[in-house]
């Protein structure tokens, strides 16, 4: 391999191929000929898309990473699995409220937590999981929105929980309870609406409306990020 770089075997559904050690599990598949449609989105660790099951040569684990952050190892083997159930909670966010009996009604699984910390310890974001899950059976919905704030919603906590929890949907409608009803309400926000159905506006978009596909381009590529 040119310039110095390594390479390493893994393996794709049993298949060998040699690939250079500096690549993620997603660069690496697409190296060795595979495209990616589907299971990938931001390719930068924050869309949650891509979360993998692999395992090494010669270790019994399972192991689990983001595709996209995650480096390529000697001897990795991935294969195609189902993805996991993420059961999802239909409700009326104006037909509850932030109370441990309606949360119950809704992730009756929650309460059920064994407290084996296995969702902590998977999780590619680095939050303490199974604590959120700890503030929602108190009922601290904004404890648990707060901690749960940087979840990516990739779901590897629920491919190791025991208890069946869908962490990420509970943690979602944490938060929703919390904006919903504990939230302070935000006066930059309330100010902001307020030009807007003032037309403040108005023109800018219409200015947008009417813009080239390039133009829009442009403008999204030289925009200020905070
Ligand atoms: S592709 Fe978005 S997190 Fe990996």
Do not use: W
Not at 17 to 32: F, G, N
Not at 46 to 54: D, E, M, Q
Not at 60 to 72: H, I, P, R, S, Y
Not at 86 to 105: M, T
């Amino acid at each position: 391999m040119r310039d110095g770089i390594g390479t390493v075997d893994i393996y794709v559904m049993g298949k060998q191929y040699r690939v250079p050690e500096t690549l993620t599990i997603l660069e690496a598949m697409e190296y060795a000929g595979y495209q990616m449609k589907r299971g990938c989105g931001c390719r930068a660790g924050f869309c949650g898309a891509c979360a993998t099951v692999y395992r090494i040569a010669g270790d019994f684990e399972l192991k689990v990473g983001l595709a996209c952050q995650t480096k390529v190892e000697q001897g990795m083997y991935l294969a195609q699995i189902p993805f996991f159930p993420g059961r999802k909670a239909i409700f009326n966010l104006e037909e509850i409220k932030p109370s441990v009996a309606d949360f119950a009604q809704l992730y009756p699984e929650v309460f059920r937590c064994l407290g084996c910390s296995s969702c902590t310890k998977v999780c590619p974001q680095d939050i303490d999981v199974m604590q959120y899950i700890a503030y929602i059976q108190r009922g601290d919905f904004a404890k648990a929105a707060d901690l749960s704030f940087d979840c990516l919603m990739c779901g590897l906590c629920v491919s190791r929980c025991p208890a069946h929890i869908v962490h990420y949907n509970a943690a979602l409608t944490s938060r929703r309870l919390y904006s919903r009803y504990l939230a302070k309400p935000d006066a930059f926000l309330a100010e902001r609406v307020r030009e807007i159905e003032n037309g403040a506006f108005d023109a800018e978009l219409q200015e947008l409306m009417e813009s080239s596909r390039e133009r829009l381009q442009e403008l999204y590529n030289s925009r200020e990020i905070e």
